[in-house]
């Protein structure tokens, strides 16, 4: 009876501990994907990724990504880069004039979306610290934008980056609080 009970509390205690090292693996991992990763949208944004794959799972970048989807943009947002997009939100989309955003994913209007989206879009990965007070940088569709930073602070044309620095295999992408509109 001592012999079996014995035994029974080896193999408990070995299945304890090896539980004990699988939470902890677990917890290590997790730990490290939180480093390496920033939280958009309620999805993790990893740099193992790329900027779309990314964006899919973000539940703020809804409006965005059915935009990008729209304008056949997606494939070119998925390709070695490295390209900086500013992204506006869901609710940066809606504070647009009523309409705006229906009209602009009208097939008719493909060219106007992609302006406008490509307007979001730098060459290059260029993170926060990079950009600095009054520098103007050239978007995808030829156009200005101007940063302005106050503190640690930054904004595209007035929009504010409410989240910085979401790496992805092929860029960065910055988070923005209003979509920025090109001279069309």
């Known amino acids: ?11 408990g205690a070995t299945a304890f ?15 490290m994907e939180k480093k390496q990763g920033v939280l958009v949208g309620g999805a993790m944004m990893v740099p193992s990724k790329n ?15 059915a935009a990008v989807k729209a304008a056949g943009l997606a494939e070119t947002l998925m390709g070695a ?6 992204a506006p939100t869901n609710a940066a ?3 647009l004039p009523a309409g705006t955003v229906e009209t602009l994913l009208k097939p008719e209007n493909k060219a106007k979306l992609a302006a406008v ?3 979001h879009v730098v060459p290059g990965k260029l993170q926060a610290k990079d950009l600095k007070n009054g520098q103007k ?12 930073r106050k503190g640690n602070t930054v904004m595209i044309n007035g ?4 989240i910085a620095d979401v790496i992805s295999s092929n860029g960065v992408t910055h988070v923005l609080d209003t979509v920025v509109l090109p001279t069309m």
């Open 93 to 95: 989309f809606a504070k």
């Open 117 to 119: 989206l490509t307007f």
């Open 17 to 31: 501990t090896a539980s004990a090292q699988t939470t902890k693996a677990t917890t290590k991992t997790t730990g």
């Open 159 to 162: 929009a504010t980056v409410s």
């Open 137 to 148: 940088l050239k978007t995808v569709n030829g156009e200005t934008l101007t940063v302005t």
């Open 1 to 11: 009876m001592k012999k079996v009970f014995l035994m029974m509390v080896l193999a």
């Open 81 to 86: 880069g490295p390209f900086t997009v500013f």
């Open 51 to 65: 900027i779309v794959e990314n964006a899919l799972g973000s539940k703020d970048h809804t409006t965005l990504v």
